[in-house]
């Protein structure tokens, strides 16, 4: 069964709303995830570093204060998409590590129309 | 230079052969590696770790060359559902911080 549940799998939104997707560990806790986004034909790129209790750590080029990361539990993770536009349409995925293996949520492909 | 390189293919296979491709990760610092199998519109899913010994999971043999900072996979017996992309990932040093290849994509064909 899944270790990591993502949810929503699939959105479509307005243009100028915000989308917030969660991120669950299942079983275990996870003190980290990440976020990574991936456009069409092209791989994963990691977004930032979701720290429980403590703020994120965005990666090069992602604007923290339009993807508003959450890790409030050991077993949840959010990430808000504030303010989208449709250039923010991708396929998102959370992953955490159950060592040593990284299991990946089943993803949230977000739509802005 | 990207950090984790591979070639994105697609290699086409017909079914029952032999298909082998690798991944160059430029950091020597790199600790753990792996494969990834992604089907399209999916989440990646473990295929199989990579050690120094090399190692064979029934069809599939996965390699790791430090000296030249490789990883090798190799599928046998080629399956029409071995059809996917094929993510080379790199563990960095510290952090279980995960940095993805591109990925090859394979196409099986009958």
């Known amino acids: 069964g899944a270790v990591v549940s993502q949810h929503p799998s699939w959105v479509i939104c307005k243009s100028g709303t915000s989308v917030k997707i969660e991120c669950r560990s299942l079983?275990?806790?996870?003190?980290?995830m990440f976020w990574y986004r991936q456009f069409p034909k092209q791989s994963l790129m990691l977004m930032a570093t979701?720290?429980?209790?403590?703020?994120?750590?965005?990666e090069q080029g992602v604007e923290k204060d339009k993807f508003l990361i959450n890790h409030a539990s050991l077993t949840l993770s959010t990430l808000t998409v504030t303010s989208a536009h449709p250039e923010d349409s991708s396929f998102y995925i959370c992953?955490?590590?159950?060592?040593?293996?990284?299991?990946f949520g089943q993803g949230t492909r977000l739509t802005v129309v | 230079r990207k950090e984790v390189e591979q070639d994105p293919g697609p290699f086409n296979v017909p079914e029952g052969a032999t298909v082998a491709f690798n991944c160059t990760y430029s950091?020597?610092?790199?600790?753990?590696f792996f494969w990834y199998r992604q089907d399209c519109r999916k989440e990646p899913k473990l295929l199989m770790s990579?050690?120094?010994s090399g190692n064979e999971d029934g069809r599939f043999t996965a390699q790791l060359n430090r000296a030249s900072q490789y990883i090798s996979l190799l599928i046998r017996d080629s399956k029409l559902s071995d059809s996917a992309t094929y993510l080379c990932?790199?563990?960095?040093?510290?952090?279980?911080?995960?940095?993805f290849g591109g990925g090859t994509r394979v196409l099986v064909k009958p």
């Open positions: 992953s955490a590590t159950r060592d040593p293996e990284a299991f």
């Open positions: 079983d275990f806790q996870a003190t980290t």
């Open positions: 979701s720290n429980e209790g403590s703020k994120a750590t965005y």
């Open positions: 950091n020597s610092a790199s600790q753990s």
């Open positions: 990579v050690y120094s």
């Open positions: 990932v790199v563990n960095r040093a510290a952090g279980n911080k995960l940095t």
